[in-house]
């Protein structure tokens, strides 16, 4: 369709991308970095609140404005020319007309997944940047990891943590050390390392896939009716009691500050759902239907493990199934989330492999994961970008560090405490439901995002696969009945609500709650992350550990 004209300008600066709208859109929101464009929104602001929608200034320093009245349907947004007689508006057809960025609807944020809308996916990301950034925190992941096991002058309690979360403590200190030595030097490093870490974090949901699809060889130790029935109610006791005890906590501290919440700046990306369309799934359908056929007549190709060459049919077979539930109705996405699909479409695949090479399905899944990374498939790919993943959030967290400042007593107080409560309460309540202490084990994650489950999960003995779907179904939960229960409770302060999601069911259950609050969404992600921390680090103690799992 045409972009045809529209009436309403918006007022941003230079340098940013013409947005283009398909659908009729009510709300929206633009920003600016530009202190030019700032200065000029801040000198014009009367004008514009009282023309085209409501100005306000960001704690980041960004401008935003926010535009009230419909838009015509399929147009490209305008940007206005600063002037020295006050704003002057270009003109579509004109020479020096400038382009804006534009971020998406409100009313479209509750389908994605917290950690795309706040990671910025859509820049123009340059592959070489991407591929040396990448390599950069995979090396800094397995570094560490190496250190931690090697190098005795790190101090005991250090060494325990995970090779990822001590990674991501030490980037982040080295990040306020150098912002506090250099500011530029900060900013250059950020600038750096965004384009990789923006492409992580829009594909989270790919790298925690592989635990998912190996449920299925786990499931049968769920179908006895008193072990199916003991861990549904664990599962949705322990989220629900875990909210709850948040909400109030968080209330009872939020009476005693007067602390208000600020529009932060955020960039939100266009999610997985909204970007594919049939020619993309066409294509990863294709390639994975060549890279089969490979891996059919010439298993051991080039001398590799059979895993490693079906590894390519595999990762589209993944990427497929997360597109494909991308595509659900609204009103199923809301049970059966994209990674549940492609967990489905895997395990498709795996029995049609196994059918076509005369193998046992339990064996041609191995292809998938090998647990080996000198042969790996495809799940043992996708999984060694979880730590990477999880050191990425030092930038979220170094990005949003003014706002975890300015809620230190919220943040500080409610975050560790609930995440001793929550572990204590799986516990307890798996105990008392006679569930072996292996199983309940792999549930105390179950609170957290997958990138921090899955640690927590391997430094208790737990098991993987169940672990990520605890955390999966506990995600949905929160999404589905956290807003209902914390209305029941009376909790209607925005920043309480926020905590309490995040802690109980991490950033799939604080996308859905901050959905119709755009500056909740930077709140919601650095609650979660720091849940994921504070109770990583308290479990990689052992007398905080020893402690908990003896009571």
């Given at each position: 369709m045409a972009a045809t004209s529209c009436s309403a300008y918006y007022a941003l600066g230079s340098s940013c991308r013409v947005g283009y709208f398909p659908s009729s859109i009510n709300k929206?929101?633009?920003?600016?970095?530009?202190?030019?464009?700032?200065?000029?929104?801040?000198?014009h602001k009367y004008e514009f609140s009282s023309t085209h929608g409501t100005v306000f200034q960001s704690g980041g320093g960004d401008a935003y404005i926010r535009h009230n009245t419909p838009l015509v349907?399929?147009?490209?947004?305008?940007?206005?020319?600063w002037g020295n007689q006050?704003?002057?508006?270009?003109?579509?057809?004109?020479?020096?007309?400038?382009?804006?960025?534009?971020?998406?609807?409100?009313?479209?944020?509750?389908?994605?997944d917290l950690s795309e809308q706040v990671s910025g996916q859509g820049r123009d990301l340059r592959p070489l940047k991407i591929a040396l950034a990448g390599a950069a925190l995979v090396a800094l992941d397995k570094g560490s990891a190496t250190a931690l096991q090697r190098w005795d002058a790190i101090p005991t309690t250090l060494r325990a943590l995970?090779?990822?979360?001590?990674?991501?403590?030490?980037?982040?200190?080295?990040?306020?050390?150098?912002?506090?030595?250099?500011?530029?030097?900060?900013?250059?490093?950020?600038?750096?390392?965004?384009?990789?870490?923006?492409?992580?974090?829009?594909?989270?949901?790919?790298?925690?896939?592989?635990?998912?699809?190996?449920?299925?060889?786990?499931?049968?130790?769920?179908?006895?009716?008193?072990?199916?029935l003991s861990t549904l109610g664990l599962t949705v006791g322990a989220w629900a009691v875990?909210?709850?005890?948040?909400?109030?906590?968080?209330?009872?501290?939020?009476?005693?500050?007067?602390?208000?919440?600020?529009?932060?700046?955020?960039?939100?990306?266009?999610?997985?759902?909204?970007?594919?369309?049939?020619?993309?799934?066409?294509?990863?359908?294709g390639v994975g239907f060549v890279s089969g056929l490979v891996a059919y007549i010439a298993p051991t190709a080039f001398g590799l493990h059979h895993a490693t060459v079906a590894s390519p049919f595999f990762l589209c077979a993944t990427v497929v199934g997360l597109h494909l539930g991308s595509q659900v109705p609204a009103a199923f996405k809301r049970f059966l989330h994209p990674v549940i699909t492609s967990a489905i479409v895997?395990?498709?695949?795996?029995?049609?492999?196994?059918?076509?090479?005369?193998?046992?399905?339990?064996?041609?899944?191995?292809?998938?994961?090998?647990?080996?990374?000198?042969?790996?498939?495809?799940?043992?790919?996708?999984?060694?970008?979880?730590?990477?993943?999880?050191?990425?959030?030092?930038?979220?967290?170094?990005?949003?560090?003014?706002?975890?400042?300015?809620?230190?007593?919220?943040?500080?107080?409610?975050?560790?405490?609930?995440?001793?409560?929550?572990?204590?309460?799986?516990?307890?309540?798996?105990?008392?439901?006679?569930?072996?202490?292996?199983?309940?084990?792999?549930?105390?994650?179950?609170?957290?995002?997958?990138?921090?489950?899955?640690?927590i999960t391997r430094i208790l003995g737990?098991?993987?696969?169940?672990?990520?779907?605890?955390?999966?179904?506990?995600?949905?939960?929160?999404?589905?009945?956290?807003?209902?229960?914390?209305?029941?409770?009376?909790?209607?302060?925005?920043?309480a609500r926020s905590i309490a999601v995040a802690c109980s069911s991490h950033g799939y259950g604080s996308a859905a709650v901050s959905s119709g609050e755009f500056n909740l969404l930077p709140f919601c992600a650095i609650s979660y992350i720091l849940m994921g921390v504070v109770s990583t680090v308290a479990l990689s103690i052992p007398v905080v550990r020893n402690v908990l799992l003896q009571v």
């Open positions: 929206l929101q633009v920003a600016t970095n530009s202190s030019n464009c700032r200065a000029a929104i801040r000198k349907q399929g147009f490209n947004v305008m940007v206005p020319r006050g704003l002057l508006y270009g003109s579509r057809s004109g020479s020096r007309q400038q382009k804006c960025r534009v971020l998406k609807t409100l009313a479209s944020l509750q389908d994605a995970p090779s990822s979360t001590f990674s991501m403590l030490l980037v982040l200190a080295a990040l306020l050390a150098l912002d506090y030595a250099n500011p530029d030097y900060s900013k250059s490093v950020t600038s750096f390392f965004a384009p990789a870490i923006e492409l992580l974090q829009h594909w989270m949901p790919l790298f925690y896939t592989p635990p998912l699809v190996l449920m299925s060889v786990l499931a049968p130790r769920f179908r006895g009716a008193n072990i199916g875990t909210l709850i005890a948040a909400a109030l906590l968080a209330t009872v501290i939020r009476k005693g500050t007067s602390t208000e919440l600020r529009d932060y700046s955020v960039d939100i990306p266009s999610s997985v759902q909204n970007n594919n369309n049939l020619w993309e799934i066409s294509t990863w359908v895997v395990n498709v695949a795996a029995y049609i492999v196994g059918l076509l090479t005369n193998r046992s399905f339990e064996t041609a899944l191995g292809l998938y994961v090998t647990n080996n990374l000198r042969a790996p498939g495809a799940g043992d790919v996708l999984m060694a970008f979880l730590g990477p993943l999880v050191i990425s959030y030092a930038f979220t967290v170094f990005h949003h560090r003014g706002l975890v400042r300015r809620h230190a007593p919220e943040l500080g107080a409610v975050i560790p405490l609930t995440g001793l409560f929550s572990i204590f309460i799986t516990i307890f309540v798996g105990r008392q439901l006679g569930l072996a202490d292996s199983l309940t084990s792999s549930f105390v994650g179950r609170s957290l995002s997958p990138p921090f489950a899955v640690p737990g098991d993987v696969p169940i672990a990520t779907t605890a955390a999966v179904i506990t995600g949905l939960l929160g999404a589905n009945f956290s807003p209902v229960l914390l209305s029941a409770f009376k909790v209607d302060d925005g920043i």
